[in-house]
């Protein structure tokens, strides 16, 4: 596999997200699945993928505590595009046990809770939305935070065992936005107000000129602990 990740790597070093989304989305058909938390990047792709092959699954964690601004772009993006995002939500008694045990807001109290919370409302939801693919694709950027300054165009995660596709890792945040203004894409709007990064509601504030763009996700932690396990490799 690693070999074919590195060829994979030189063979789009030069190519378009565009191309490069077009290839994956036609030599794994049914095997691919683009996961959206419907950030500035992910509508992109979103805008991206609906052009080339609108059946293409997309899917969403719903962790149970997102802003209703999120919500809302949900629906306004299905219904733009003609398109259907999966929801997968946490188990139920997982989270009743978790916050029976914890508390509500556990992950104010220690990166351990935190990571706890993360791993039931997101990584194994995760798990049931990748079962049965062999290509990830997501719309991590290396320029939104230190632990993903080194990320590559397509990996392997030994975690989900499979493979990730991140066609806008090089792409700058003036990229993003010049995409989304051109092709007139609808964004949360709470982009607006200072949030460049949107996760949970109680762990997400938004930031001051010059701050890291994810500098709003569990500001509370250390810059490099600010990753919820979705992409953390072993």
């Known amino acids: 596999m690693k070999d074919k990740v590195i060829a994979l790597?030189?063979?789009?070093?030069?190519?378009?997200?565009?191309?490069?989304?077009?290839?994956?989305?036609?030599n794994y058909s049914g095997r691919i699945?683009?996961?959206?938390?419907?950030?500035?990047?992910?509508?992109?792709?979103?805008?991206?993928l609906a052009g080339i092959d609108a059946s293409l699954k997309i899917f969403t964690l719903d962790t149970g505590r997102l802003f209703q601004e999120t919500y809302d772009l949900l629906d306004i993006t299905e219904k733009k595009y003609a398109i259907h995002i999966d929801i997968y939500f946490p188990a139920a008694k997982e989270v009743e046990a978790m916050v029976r045990s914890k508390g509500i807001n556990l992950f104010y109290d220690s990166i351990e809770n935190r990571q706890r919370c993360c791993h039931v409302r997101k990584i194994e939801p995760l798990k049931r939305a990748l079962t049965g693919k062999e290509v990830w694709i997501t719309?991590?950027?290396?320029?939104?935070?230190?632990?993903?300054?080194?990320?590559?165009l397509i990996s392997w995660d030994p975690v989900h065992?499979?493979?990730?596709?991140?066609?806008?890792?090089?792409?700058?945040?003036?990229?993003?936005?010049?995409?989304?203004?051109?092709?007139?894409?609808?964004?949360?709007?709470?982009?607006?107000?200072?949030?460049?990064?949107?996760?949970c509601l109680p762990c997400t504030r938004a930031i001051q000129p010059g701050e890291d763009l994810r500098s709003g996700r569990w500001w509370w932690e250390l810059p490099e602990f600010k990753e919820c396990g979705l992409h953390k490799t072993p």
């Open 139 to 152: 719309g991590m950027r290396q320029e939104q935070s230190v632990t993903r300054a080194q990320s590559p």
């Open 33 to 48: 699945a683009f996961s959206t938390s419907l950030g500035a990047e992910d509508q992109v792709i979103t805008h991206m």
């Open 9 to 26: 790597n030189r063979k789009f070093k030069q190519a378009s997200a565009e191309e490069a989304l077009l290839w994956f989305a036609t």
């Open 161 to 199: 065992n499979i493979i990730k596709f991140n066609p806008l890792i090089h792409w700058t945040n003036e990229m993003v936005w010049q995409y989304i203004q051109t092709m007139k894409i609808p964004v949360n709007e709470l982009h607006l107000k200072g949030f460049p990064s949107i996760g």
